[in-house]
């Protein structure tokens, strides 16, 4: 349907930023837009979050899993999306490979299904919707893993 993909580099090991990665309830707090968090755990969280666009207005109740980790080298997760009259459906994968005293990330992230309301609006605007999750949550994620570097 809607996929994106790319490259991210980090300063960190591979099973140092594995760690973080393959955690739940870090990636949640990279998240743009979560308003709370009723169940945490290393592998699933449920959230509801407010999106900031002018097609989705209201909450949606997330959940976001980790399923085929394999330490410290790749994943899947799938993330659902409900709300008063729409639905969304995303997969994403990493692969992280160690590249010159760090990491390596390659990314798929995908709309896999819409629902509901979301049907009816154009690609273009799904697209660039998804596109700014996505940025925004790498950046977060970026900001988080080297802020926790320096602290350790």
């Known amino acids: ?32 837009n979560v308003e709370s968090v009723s169940e945490a755990q290393a592998d699933y969280v449920r959230m509801v979050l407010r999106p900031g666009f002018s097609f989705a207005r209201g909450t949606l109740e997330a959940t976001l899993r980790i399923v085929d980790a394999v330490p410290p080298l790749s994943a899947r997760y799938v993330i659902a999306n ?6 969304a459906d995303v997969e994403a994968t990493i692969a992280l490979a160690a590249q010159d005293g760090g990491t390596r990330v390659r990314w ?21 919707a998804a596109q700014k999750v996505v940025n925004d949550t790498w950046n977060a994620v970026e900001a988080k893993v080297n802020a926790s570097s320096v602290k350790s």
């Not at 994106?4 to 990636?27: N, T, V």
């Not at 409900?82 to 639905?87: L, Y």
């Open 108 to 128: 798929t992230a995908e709309v896999k299904a819409l629902g509901g309301l979301l049907k009816m609006v154009p690609s273009g605007l799904i697209r660039g």
């Open 1 to 32: 349907m809607v996929r994106f993909e790319g490259e991210k580099d980090f300063p960190q090991a591979p099973a140092e930023l594995w760690a973080k990665l393959s955690d739940a309830r870090f990636l949640v707090q990279c998240f743009p």
């Open 82 to 87: 409900k709300g008063i009259g729409s639905s």
